[in-house]
């Protein structure tokens, strides 16, 4: 839903969001919602900036970064964010931006009300996914779920290991 920054009352605007909705989609990455997203957004101009508010709740499936395997990945948002309008950047080069005005994001004359939610949701999700804090994940060599099968490559690993031991230590002995 697009909004005309111009037409938003004195007020400001509610929206209550309530979409049930297949997926995520950000750049290239597509990650499926599980029931509905809720949550409301509020829309108010303090002068010529536009002050955002705004709530977000759903679930997503993510891949675990360890197991890769997906899992219901809860996102809880509040948020609230200032923008000024894009007009106040012409005419200059982006070197002349002061520092303060870095972190503040900018509004062109139509606001896209789904984008904006969406990025929260999409900030909100962890760099490295995790399905529990003490995922095994797949083994490096031979590529099995550590979480429900076990394999005897780690104790190959380990033995190389001694055996390098061994060997520097006889090594030592030797001189
Ligand atoms: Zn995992
Ligand atoms: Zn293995």
């Given at each position: ?25 950000w ?33 997503l ?24 309008p ?16 870095a ?6 004359d ?22 529990s ?5 797949l ?22 290991r ?6 520097v ?7």
């Amino acid at each position: 839903m697009e909004i005309k920054v111009t037409e938003i009352p004195r007020e400001g605007l509610f929206f209550e969001i309530a979409q049930e909705r297949g997926y995520l989609e950000w750049g290239r990455e597509r990650f499926p919602f599980l029931g509905a997203l809720k949550g409301w957004l509020r829309l108010q101009m303090m002068g010529s900036r536009l002050i955002v508010r705004g709530e977000i709740h759903a679930t997503l499936l993510l891949p675990c970064s360890r197991c890769l395997k997906e899992f219901p990945y809860k996102v809880d948002v509040e948020f609230m964010d200032e923008y000024l309008p894009a007009e106040a950047l012409e005419g200059r080069d982006e070197v002349e931006i002061s520092s303060e005005e870095a972190g503040i994001s900018f509004y062109e004359d139509v606001v896209d009300l789904e984008n904006l939610y969406m990025e929260k949701v999409y900030l909100s999700l962890p760099m490295k996914p995790l399905c529990s804090d003490e995922c095994k994940g797949l083994c490096p060599y031979c590529g099995v779920d550590l979480n429900v099968e076990s394999c005897n490559c780690h104790l190959r690993e380990v033995n190389s290991r001694w055996e390098a031991l061994k060997r520097v230590k006889e090594g030592l002995l030797k001189k």
